[in-house]
């Protein structure tokens, strides 16, 4: 009786269940034993790990598709299941289901980590959707999008580039910034509300409340919350919509003040998040939407965005059931009402299309108005509209389409020659410089989002290409150079649009930077700016990229590298998550400089041969090399590059192979396409002619 096929061991088989985890990463063959020969030679013992096994019962087929459609997960075309428990087959208890772990790491599940090659006018994503364990142990899903998937393609171009290095194997878990909050909420103390602050504390908290929040978050203005806060000081305490969006407010100032207040932050947020959840759940107004977005806004700034996304969910579906979204339910009110329904739509937006866009997640939100009408024209909604298509259209689809890509291009043109025109809908002042409240000169952080976002669009776009472009550069890397002068050795066969293309992704982010770089000259600035933080990040991983595809010669990366890390050394005290990108930076400015370096040696060297092939090279002479055998490493050393074996007969050897060397040189020279290159006849003549006397010029030259 023979056994079925799903239960004969395999060829092989019994090798790959054994190997370390390591091995299984780096792609290596193992010896099973533990610690296994490569983790002892490579000192990290400790890390040697072996996978358990895990033995699957055989299932009948018709089985396997009705758990599969149980369990919620189809398997495409190659029998790769969406979810990493139907991996390892249906009809299995979850204590027996282990994740599928991708080679780069044993806590990170790849969906797909495929790196194709674009055509041209058109390319594929990169399909780097993630499945990451947090650091409480659950799974969080990562669109093409999310920066960390940028992050993790970066990673496997530096190590087709230079190997295993610190950058590319850095543990994937180590990409994650730690959401769970520190302190757990205690209900009780929470009901309690906080002492209000001075008079003098309250214009503070306003005044860096609306600098950091605009355009982003402009549910109020500073004069409205003004004239709302002050009188509100003196009021008894009451646990109205009021008290919990004035207490909100204040936590988000003195969260974002320049001045370490954290304590007063967090105890106004406390209390206003305790009024939120207490009466203002299940209540459908726009209160309880603007409250929920300011929610967002400080868990955002506190570098918390899934648990932002989760409580502005709320505020979307509150804004659904109340037709917010829709501009026929809008015009029904008063123009004041109107004005404040879609005050509130363009909050939402904006904050949807972040996070959906740092997290890799399809947007709650979609735009059934014309983004593009003069009247009321607002650029932030239109620019919002950008961002939805190229997520819907170019990441969800995962391709890169000629009529998409020039549906998004003449949209992009169209913004970018109407933009100032919306700025008045949006409440930003035009000029790149504004007197803030207190007449102090400050840049306009306001412009500064709107504009440091356009730039993110085309960076969006674009960014495929530079990836295949990066990936075509670090493959061919290791090529030999051509002899030839007059081929560019640094470009690859690539269409011009794509190479078009790729420019402008790094383009945008050296644009970025230069913007942003206002922030390094003011004494005070917004302690917690996610949004700038984001763009240097993103930034900052472009120019890392475009290092590897050597576009250093065309764009200055180095300059924009320094101040991308100067950018971020300036938010890294009280921002966690410029701390940990700054972090990221340097490790890949490593990698960079090593890459440059090994770059600048491998073209040193091959220009060092076309010197030597035109001009010669002057070579150790026999006698010297005789008078050298003394010495006892150097006969060994040249026996052993040549293979000879050392005394006097490796002597002779060596004579002879010298001997040959110059006669294989004088035949190769007459064939030698510099020559046809820098003389107009391809054989050069004798050095010494009749001609040389009467002040000819020797090789043809005149």
């Avoid at 081929?487 to 190479?499: A, K, Q």
Wanted: glycine share 6%.
């Amino acid at each position: 009786m023979s056994l079925p096929a799903s239960l004969v061991p395999q060829k092989g088989s019994f090798r790959r269940r054994k190997a370390c985890e390591n091995c299984r990463r780096r792609k290596e063959r193992c010896d099973g034993v533990q610690p296994c020969g490569r983790c002892r030679r490579r000192r990290v013992e400790g890390e040697c790990q072996q996978r358990p096994l895990v033995c699957h019962p055989p299932q009948p087929p018709s089985q396997n598709k009705r758990d599969s459609v149980s369990t919620g997960s189809e398997p495409d075309g190659n029998g790769n299941y969406d979810t990493p428990a139907a991996a390892y087959g249906p009809g299995l208890p979850d204590s027996c289901k282990e994740p599928t772990f991708d080679s780069s790491s044993p806590s990170l599940t790849s969906i797909s980590s495929h790196l194709s090659i674009s055509s041209s006018l058109g390319s594929t994503v990169s399909h780097t959707s993630r499945l990451v364990r947090n650091h409480q142990g659950a799974y969080i899903f990562l669109g093409p999008s999310a920066n960390l998937s940028l992050l993790q393609c970066i990673r496997k171009v530096a190590y087709n580039a230079l190997g295993p290095n610190h950058f590319a194997e850095e543990p994937p878990e180590n990409d994650l910034v730690d959401e769970d909050p520190s302190v757990p909420i205690n209900w009780i103390q929470a009901s309690i509300e906080p002492p209000r602050p001075s008079k003098t504390d309250t214009y503070y908290y306003l005044r860096w409340y609306a600098s950091a929040t605009s355009c982003v978050l402009d549910l109020f203005g500073y004069e409205e919350l003004a004239t709302e806060i002050i009188p509100w000081l003196e009021r008894p305490a009451a646990a109205d919509a009021t008290s919990c969006i004035n207490f909100l407010v204040l936590a988000i100032g003195a969260q974002c003040g320049p001045q370490d207040r954290d304590t007063q932050a967090d105890a106004y947020f406390t209390y206003g998040r305790y009024l939120a959840s207490a009466q203002h759940l299940e209540s459908a107004n726009i209160s309880t939407v603007q409250i929920y977005c300011l929610i967002a806004a400080y868990l955002l700034n506190a570098t918390r965005p899934t648990a932002a996304s989760m409580h502005l969910g709320v505020a979307i579906r509150t804004a659904h059931s109340l037709g917010i979204h829709r501009a026929d339910i809008s015009i029904l009110f008063s123009a004041a009402e109107k004005s404040r329904r879609e005050r509130v739509w363009k909050v939402l937006r904006v904050l949807d299309l972040f996070l959906s866009t740092c997290l890799g997640q399809q947007p709650s939100t979609t735009e059934s108005r014309d983004t593009m009408l003069k009247q009321e024209y607002s650029a932030s909604t239109d620019l919002c509209y950008i961002f939805e298509k190229i997520l819907s259209e170019i990441y969800t689809k995962q391709e890169v389409s000629p009529a998409v890509l020039q549906h998004v291009s003449r949209h992009h043109r169209e913004w970018a020659s109407h933009f100032r025109e919306g700025l008045e809908a949006d409440r930003i002042p035009p000029e790149e410089h504004v007197g803030v409240y207190y007449g102090s000169n400050k840049p306009n952080i306001g412009l500064c989002h709107l504009k440091e976002a356009y730039y993110w669009t085309i960076m969006l776009v674009t960014r495929p290409y530079l990836i295949d472009m990066a990936q075509r550069h670090s493959a061919n890397d290791t090529n030999p150079l051509p002899s030839t002068i007059g081929d560019d050795v640094l470009s690859p066969s690539t269409s011009h649009s794509d190479t078009l293309l790729a420019h402008a992704s790094v383009n945008s982010a050296v644009l970025t930077i230069d913007l942003l770089q206002g922030f390094l000259r003011l004494d005070e600035i917004p302690k917690r700016l996610p949004y700038i933080v984001n763009s240097v990040f993103n930034s900052a991983l472009l120019l890392g990229l475009g290092f590897f595809a050597d576009l250093d010669r065309f764009f200055p990366l180095n300059r924009t590298m320094r101040l991308a890390e100067e950018l971020l050394d300036r938010f890294q005290a009280g921002d966690t998550l410029a701390r940990w990108c700054l972090h990221i930076l340097q490790d890949l400015r490593n990698a960079c400089d090593e890459f440059v370096k090994r770059r600048c040696e491998r073209r040193l060297n091959h220009q060092k041969a076309l010197v030597e092939g035109l001009f010669g090279d002057v070579k150790p002479s026999l006698g010297e090399v005789r008078s050298l055998s003394s010495a006892p490493s150097l006969p060994q050393n040249l026996s052993s590059c040549r293979g000879i074996s050392p005394g006097n007969e490796g002597l002779h050897e060596l004579d002879r192979l010298q001997s040959l060397e110059f006669t294989n040189n004088l035949q190769i020279e007459e064939n030698n396409p510099i020559w046809s290159q820098l003389f107009c006849n391809g054989t050069p003549g004798p050095a010494w002619e009749p001609g040389i006397e009467s002040g000819e010029l020797p090789f043809g030259l005149t």
